[in-house]
């Protein structure tokens, strides 16, 4: 394992003075955790979001002059640990509720009786510049305030 990280940290300052482009371990981290949000802007899923948390971090243990073993070790291990406790909590926070459509929508919505509703019977009941049929178990007569409680096809159950 030791010779692993060794070479790992060896072929990561290789790849800092490529070019000279890098000067030190602290920038190729703060490099790519930008490079990172970037691209997580134009991805769904918090996946990349994650692993720049764990870039910045790393930046850090390379700010405060750890090893590149340590860096590479420090970043996988916190690599692990951001895509399993960190990113679940973030794609629950942004993940869309779950948000009523067509008929279920109109539960809960208020209207107004245009036709008498008979006990057991039909009548038509306006929501929303729309009128309905609608059932009820008491007479609603018109000019009343109604709740909707149910939706069965196109027909409302309503009570006052």
Not at 41 to 50: E, K
Not at 106 to 119: K, M, N
Not at 126 to 149: D, F, M, P, Y
Request: proline content about 2%; overall charge negative.
């Amino acid at each position: 394992m030791a010779a692993l990280l060794a070479a790992t940290a060896s072929g990561f300052d290789e790849i800092l003075r490529l070019y000279g482009f890098l000067e030190t371990h602290t920038e190729f981290w703060l490099w790519t955790t930008l490079l990172l949000l970037i691209a997580e802007v134009f991805t769904a899923g918090f996946f990349l979001g994650a692993l720049a948390i764990c870039t910045a971090l790393t930046a850090g243990a390379a700010w405060l002059g750890m090893s590149a073993a340590i860096q590479v070790a420090f970043f996988a291990i916190s690599s692990i640990g951001s895509l399993l406790w960190v990113r679940p909590v973030f794609v629950n926070l942004i993940a869309p509720k779950d948000v009523a459509t067509n008929t279920d929508a109109l539960v809960g919505q208020t209207g107004t009786v245009v036709e008498q509703v008979p006990a057991g019977g039909v009548g038509r009941v306006r929501l929303a510049n729309e009128e309905w049929r609608a059932t009820s178990i008491s007479t609603l007569n018109v000019g009343e305030s109604v709740k909707v409680h149910a939706v069965s096809g196109s027909t409302l159950t309503v009570a006052p």
